[in-house]
Structure formats: C-alpha cells, structure tokens
C-alpha cells in the first residue's frame, strides 16, 4: 500500500494544503480512472469475460482513493462533504467499537486492522437529524421535478424511432425483476463510489480552487462543476466508446447542485441511485412492436 501511495503521490500530487492545486491532483486522479477504465472494461469484461470486473476496480479507486488521502492528511471526510449526516457513519463506529471489542481477545493485531479499515469511514461521524431531513427532501423534490418529464420524453422519442422504422410501441408500467437488488445496486453498490469521488473529493478540491462566482438556490455555478461533471461523464464513455455514455454530464451538474446546496454527498447519492432505477424501469416498460 506504501508503495501504491507512493506512486499516486508523483501522478497525483494531494493539494490539501495547497488548494491552488487540486486541479493538478484532480488531473492525476481522474485520468488516472479513466485509464483504468479504457483498459479494463475491453480486457478484464470483453477479452476475459469477467463481467463487473472493471467497475469494481473502478468502484475501489473511487472509495479507497479519497478517503485515504483525507486520513492520511488528518482531515475528516465531512469537510469535503463525504457524509450522510451520521446516518452511515454513526452505526459503523458503533459497529467498529462492536468488533474491536469481539476480536480483541483473539489478537491485538485482528482489532487494530478491524479499526483501521473502517476508521475513514467513521471519523468525524455524528447525527444530524436536521441535515439528513433536508438532504433527502432535496432529493426527493429533485426526483419530482425531473422523473416525470424524463419519462415522457423517454415514451417520445421511442414512439418516433419505432415510427421511423414503420413500427409503434407498447406502455406498461412494470418494475423489473429483481427489483429490491437493483435497487441497492445502484443506490449502495453505484451511486456511492461514484459521488463519495465526483461530488465529494473532486468537486470540493476543484471548488477550492475555483471558487463559484455565481450561487442560485445555495448551489454553486461555475468552472468547478462543469469540469467535474465533463470528468465524470468521460468515465463512462472511455472503453465503450458510445457517444451517448457522455450524456452523464447533464445529470452530473445537478449532482453538483444538490451537494452544493446540501453540505454532504447524501442527496447526490440518493437522487444518482433512484435516477438509474427508474431509468431501468421506464426501459422496461416500453417496448416495440
């Protein structure tokens, strides 16, 4: 691990106490993911037929990264907005405390490496029941705002390609199966990793440096957010080269708005997982024919 550091320290120097820097270290980081992502998803899910093997090295960069350059540098993660108001970290300390104390007895060394996993994931960690209760009403009132039309375009746009070819389409409202686990996938397994990186580590770095010149309802507009969200988006298209991966960028912006507006990533998490959902079922419920 030392020399993994090590390394990523030279590509991607840490600007904690620099902020003129972070958009350097962001540079590293981020093209250093989307190398990582250009060379596995064709190798490691194409050639080797390892499906999911390139987003969970690229989920792991996205946790592992972050949260050991904040701990390392003494700096809690609730200072780059990487918390859920105490909602997550609150039962792992409690959950830390649990088994430091269960494996205590067989070993020193099992406890101590038991703490120090989950340590970034606690420090700082304490309940805010008001926070927590504005960033899920922001979120929800982002899903009312933006679902429905999403929807309806969605039928459109279908209905006029369908036209197109000389075919039309069918509507039925369904959920897809194995909905409880798609549900988690992309709210727990997705949208963490991605805006515990994005939203939280990146954009507080580039916004340091960049500060918004311009705040419309408590979220800030500017350099920052644009070239997070042109970051994020050229991760999902690298490796599958389809132009449409890109479209990411635009939901990428009110990520940034919502953690912006809220102070933690908690919104961004609960608005990006619940976006990927129902964007499965809208493609589920409309069909050819």
């Known amino acids: 691990m030392d020399r993994l550091n090590a390394l990523l ?11 003129e ?4 270290e962001v540079l590293g980081l981020c093209a250093g993911l989307v190398i990582l992502l250009g060379l596995s998803k064709p190798l490691l899910d194409g050639a080797l ?5 390139a987003f969970t090295l690229a989920a792991a960069w996205q946790l592992v990264i972050p949260l050991d350059r904040l701990d390392r540098a003494r700096i809690p993660p609730r200072a780059y907005g990487i918390h859920a108001h105490g909602l997550v970290g609150v039962p792992l300390r409690i959950l830390s405390y649990a088994l430091v104390r269960l494996l205590r007895p067989r070993g020193r060394r099992r406890a101590r ?9 606690t420090v700082g960690a304490r309940l805010d029941g008001r926070g927590a209760a504005r960033s899920l009403g922001l979120a929800m009132l982002a899903c009312a705002v933006t679902f429905p039309p999403f929807a309806w375009g969605y039928v459109e746009v279908q209905r006029w390609l369908a036209a197109q070819s000389g075919h ?5 409202w369904q959920l897809p199966a194995g909905f409880a686990a798609l549900m988690f996938t992309h709210l727990v397994v997705v949208a963490v990793p991605e805006e515990l990186f ?3 580590y990146v954009h507080t770095l580039l ?14 507009l500017g350099k920052a957010v644009l070239l997070g969200s042109a970051w994020f988006a050229l991760g999902h298209f690298v490796g599958e080269w389809n132009p449409t991966r890109l479209l990411p960028f635009f939901p990428a912006l009110l990520f940034c708005a919502l953690r912006s507006s809220s102070g933690s990533i908690l919104a961004a998490v609960v608005y990006h997982g619940l976006s990927n959902v129902i964007g499965e079922v809208v493609r589920v ?3 050819w024919s």
């Open 9 to 19: 320290d030279r590509l991607a120097p840490p600007s904690q106490a620099h902020p």
């Open 21 to 24: 820097r972070g958009p350097r």
């Open 49 to 53: 037929g390892l499906p999911g093997a």
């Open 113 to 121: 490496a038991v703490s120090w996993w989950l340590h970034p994931y």
């Open 168 to 172: 039309s389409i069918k509507v039925a």
């Open 198 to 200: 994005y939203r939280g």
């Open 207 to 220: 916004a340091r440096a960049w500060p918004p010149r311009v705040t419309v309802l408590g979220a800030g």
């Open 285 to 287: 419920s409309v069909t």
